[in-house]
């Protein structure tokens, strides 16, 4: 049978507060007396009730994070970055894959504020329901801090890479190589803004956008960007490159490419978004713009240990751009065309 604090606090001949303080790691205990409660704990293999403490301390030191697919590698990535960095500082890490799911969006954010998390990180799908807007304002409403990698969440602090620059660098690049038919797929699943960038430079640079040449799929995976390929090589429009906007469709453009007889990049260049670790053992090596997941993840943490240490009243809405960095590599051609 589980013993209970009472009996703890009878076998060490102390009251039950004294073993509540030794446990809370409280002062005004002397080191006699936290050495023998420890001892009993020992003995009759004591097991604090969560719950318990929970609502004494009313701290759970645990942080909700919500990320959209694990078996992303950058979200794999950015879990473990943002997993070490929480336990570094003391507190646990309930990671939660919504597989781009808005009910399970939703339902995940309602659970850590059940749970009484202590904080939530947000980083799920760009286009969440209604639902998950409600359960966040939900949590800002109980005082739970949450910070997200969306810029574009009503009082809610942010880290954002810089897309609309990192996009606009990507496509310049391929125009001063010389390519001009550049197509682009992306859509709902990453970031408004890597669209908006590839309009952007194409207009800058004198090239009218041709709708024919876009293909907004629905997710972020290597499928999807072998479907947005395929729909976009059986429309019969010429083109001779492609920009992805991230790093697995532009992998499962590549494929689609190989199987329908299309080289990369001697037919066609290919530019990735992510800069994944994966891009730089792909055949051929993808050119690709590097979001420093590490400095993300990072600062992301660090903001919402900041908001945690600010009373609820005084807490102010943070916005931290990350820069990031084109890589050149093999798939964007820079060999074959002089720069």
């Known amino acids: 049978m589980k013993a209970t604090i009472k009996e703890v606090a009878k076998e060490a001949g ?9 446990l809370n790691g409280r002062d005004r205990v002397s080191r006699h007396t936290i050495n023998r409660v420890r001892e009993v704990i020992d003995k009759l293999q004591f097991q604090p009730d969560f719950v318990a403490r929970t609502m004494i301390m009313k701290k ?6 919500v990320v959209p697919q694990l078996s992303n590698e950058y979200w794999a990535f950015m879990s473990e970055v943002i997993q070490d960095q929480l336990w570094t500082h003391g507190y646990t890490t309930l990671i939660c894959s919504t597989d781009n799911e808005p009910e399970k969006d939703s339902a995940y954010l309602k659970m850590c504020l059940e749970r009484r998390m202590d904080g939530v990180i947000y980083c799920s799908s760009p286009h969440y ?12 409403a109980a005082g739970v801090p949450v910070v997200s990698l969306d810029p574009n969440i009503l009082g809610v602090s942010c880290v954002v890479g810089d897309h609309l620059q990192g996009t606009l660098t990507a496509v310049e690049h391929l125009i001063r190589c010389g390519y ?31 709708e024919g040449l876009i293909r907004l799929v629905k997710g972020q995976s ?27 469709l532009a992998f499962g453009a590549i494929k689609a490419m190989e199987e329908a007889g299309i080289r990369v990049p001697d037919d066609v260049a290919v530019v990735g978004y992510d800069d994944i670790f994966s891009a730089r ?23 919402l240990l900041l908001t945690l240490e600010t009373e609820p009243e005084r807490r102010t809405v943070r916005k931290i751009v990350i820069p990031t960095e084109l890589i050149i590599r093999e798939s964007s051609g820079i060999r074959l065309r002089q720069v």
């Open 281 to 303: 053992l792909f055949k051929p090596a993808l050119t690709t713009v590097r979001q420093p997941i590490q400095d993300i993840g990072q600062e992301l943490v660090n903001l």
């Open 14 to 22: 102390v009251s039950i507060s004294t073993v509540s303080r030794v």
């Open 129 to 140: 329901s209604t639902e998950t807007n409600i359960q966040i304002d939900l949590l800002k």
């Open 180 to 210: 001009t038919r550049i197509a682009y797929i992306g859509g709902p699943a990453v970031s408004i803004e890597r669209e908006f960038g590839y309009r952007k430079a194409l207009m800058m640079h004198g090239f009218q956008v041709d």
């Open 222 to 248: 290597f499928g999807d960007g072998y479907e947005g390929l395929r729909s976009l090589h059986s429309s019969g429009i010429s083109f001779d490159a492609l920009f992805c906007g991230n790093d697995l």
């Open 60 to 65: 759970t030191s645990t942080i909700g994070l």
